[in-house]
């Protein structure tokens, strides 16, 4: 493990928004977010981990590529400062002093370098969690949910299905590694309680997805995805 010292069940819907647009949407019963690099030696098994997760259709699992560690001989190709970022908020939020790699984040609450399926089977969201749904307007995606008004909302852009990367140098050099659901972009955007049509415009070959978090924990509340 390397670190580096720094401060529902789910639902399916194909609805017609107009002769020339249908949307997919699905309601996440757990979110398992991994932060990876390309150099980390340590990497492989979660990478292989999350990737087998990614085969559950009522799991979501993103794949964040870091950029801390770019310096030990190959820079992660999906590797990008807001990743980063977004695992020093869950730092802060979790408690934790250290981000390192491989981290598993389990539905924002709780994090280690390696779980076992058994335990993502017993940390789901809850049950209880406000209905969240994404659709398509005028090829930008709209959100609607009963989630809190005060939620901290955040719009994941990710390639969904695998990829695979021929590492030619550092510590993975002469490897071919295996990740799933690689993010691409993370925004955050102001949620008003109700529904939001976001400006986000849709890409072909991108999935997207809408996690609610708690406002102070960090925790997310619900979370659904759209794949175009």
């Known amino acids: 493990m390397k670190k580096l010292i720094l401060i529902t069940s789910a639902l399916f819907m194909s609805v017609s928004v107009n002769a020339s647009e249908t949307y997919e949407s699905r309601q996440a019963a757990s979110v398992i977010e991994l932060f990876t690099s390309q150099g980390c030696s340590s990497c492989p098994p979660a990478n292989k981990f999350a990737a087998k997760l990614a085969e559950d259709d009522n799991k979501l699992v993103l794949t964040y590529g870091v950029t801390y560690w770019d310096y ?16 020093r908020e869950y730092g802060v ?12 984040v389990l539905n924002g609450s709780a ?20 209905a969240a749904d994404i ?8 959100i609607t949910s009963e989630a809190e008004e005060n939620a901290k909302l955040v719009i994941i852009t990710y390639t969904p299905g695998t990829q695979l990367v021929n590492v030619k140098r550092g510590e993975n050099g002469g490897r071919t590694l295996k990740l799933a659901n690689v993010v691409t972009d993370v ?14 415009e849709t890409e072909v070959g991108k999935a997207y997805a809408a996690l609610f978090h708690d406002p102070t924990s960090a925790k997310i509340t619900t979370a659904a995805t759209y794949a175009p």
């Open 93 to 104: 939020a979790l408690g934790t002093p250290n981000i390192y790699t491989p981290q598993l």
């Open 135 to 142: 659709t398509v307007s005028g090829g930008r995606l709209v």
């Open 187 to 200: 925004i955050p955007v102001d949620w008003n309680g109700s529904v939001l049509n976001t400006g986000i």
């Open 72 to 87: 030990l001989g190959w820079k992660d190709t999906f590797g990008d400062p807001k990743f980063t970022a977004r695992q």
């Open 111 to 130: 994090h280690s370098p390696r779980y076992t399926r058994k335990d993502v089977e017993t940390m789901p969201l809850p049950k209880s969690k406000a």
